[in-house]
């Protein structure tokens, strides 16, 4: 086969038959597509890795790829530098597409904002009764940038916690059978381990408790739970 081939005028199912056709030949190679209009969706859906370039032909490519760039000039510090040691210089994302779906959608999103609009740190009786409680909104001190970067560098620290505790203790080890665990299942252990951190960082800061925060907390850990059925 050969080493590089140049295509002009190609529709956008005749790009989609080059990635399928060198995927098909050659198994053992990673196909990269990237493109920046509607007409470049195909290609990058067939491919391993699909790279989608921000534009003004629309959002199309974006919606469509596994990573997004404002410009061409930027692929290769995203391919030669960001978590390249740990995916061996492959682009390989981490998690499985389907995990950021339903992380968003039903494992984390909904006892968020139940906990955002129904938690209650005081009584609504102890706040009439104590009204100088309201002095530290007027002071700023409960929400500032110092706290906003307080929690950001928290969730940095936790994500980094979590994905070098679960790469040093599953990443190198072997299984039953002399084979290693592998790319997606590390990345299941790391997005399970996510999903626990999570629920804990609630169970901690949530100071009231109602039957509808329980319920969805419930549905959230079962719907995780079922996903491995």
Known sequence: MARSVIACRVSPKQKTEIVELVRRLDKDKVTLAIGDGA??????????VGMGIVSLEGQ??????????????????LMLTYWAFFSAFSGQPLLDPWMGGLYNLLLASLPLIVFGIFD????????LAFPEMYSKGQSNTAYNFRVFLSWILSAIWQSAVVFFVCFWGFGDIP????????????????FSVVIFTVHVMLLVYQSS????????????????ASSYL
Not at 39 to 48: E, L, S
Not at 120 to 127: C, D, F, P
């Open 60 to 77: 199309e490519a974006k919606l469509a790829s596994d990573y997004c760039i404002g410009q061409f000039r930027f692929l290769g510090r």
């Open 175 to 190: 299984q039953a059978g002399g084979q290693m665990l592998g790319m997606w299942a590390f990345g299941t252990v790391v």
């Open 39 to 48: 007409n470049d969706v195909g290609m990058i859906q067939a491919a391993h």
């Open 209 to 224: 408790w109602t039957k509808l925060s329980a319920s969805l907390f419930f549905v959230s850990f079962a719907t995780f």
């Open 120 to 127: 209650q740190e005081l009584t609504a009786e102890y706040a």
